[in-house]
């Protein structure tokens, strides 16, 4: 059986920007991504996007809304990752590095996808949009996507 490891990822908007953190360590150092990590037995989905963002980016979500889900499978090294996506403008705190991630907003035109995961270029524009979406894809290594569907589910707010 893969294993399976089900996570968070926050990515907070301000003013036309979105904030992203370089990972400095460990899966997928070097690029930019959104901040989160793997939920802890007890806790639900929210408690570990809350608490994900505090721990690498010192901020506090005073709420936040789910706006899609994720899944990756990783062919070489064999591994399924579950992914809640959330977002949120209501905040405390203003960004602070920390061991794993440096923090830095980006103008949503400028976002860095060249720096990010190869399956971010097909998410993120749904994100920045305002839609919500649900995608799977399979990576032959960590740059390469062999597989993927995505589908846009509903609109956040009416536009």
């Given amino acids: 059986m893969i294993p399976t490891r089900i996570s968070s990822l926050v990515l907070l908007r301000k003013n036309g920007s979105v904030l992203l953190g370089m990972k400095k360590r460990g899966f997928g150092i070097g ?19 809350k608490r994900e963002l505090l721990e690498e980016a010192g901020i506090v979500a005073k709420s936040l809304e789910e706006v899609g889900y994720l899944e990756f499978e990783f ?17 405390q705190g ?14 949503e035109s400028q976002v860095p996808l060249d720096q990010m995961w190869a399956d971010d270029r097909l998410w993120f524009p749904l994100f920045l949009r305002g839609l919500k979406f649900k995608g799977s894809f399979k990576f ?20």
């Fill in 94 to 107: 203003e960004p602070q590095e920390s061991e794993e991630m440096r923090p830095q907003w980006f103008p």
């Fill in 75 to 91: 062919l070489k090294d064999p591994l399924i990752m579950k992914v809640h996506v959330f977002t949120s403008s209501n905040f």
């Fill in 31 to 49: 690029k930019w991504n959104g901040f989160g990590g793997k939920i802890e037995k007890g806790e639900s989905m929210m408690e570990c996007a």
């Fill in 140 to 159: 032959k290594d960590m740059d390469t996507i062999s597989w993927y569907q995505l589908e846009e589910l509903q609109p956040l707010s009416p536009s």
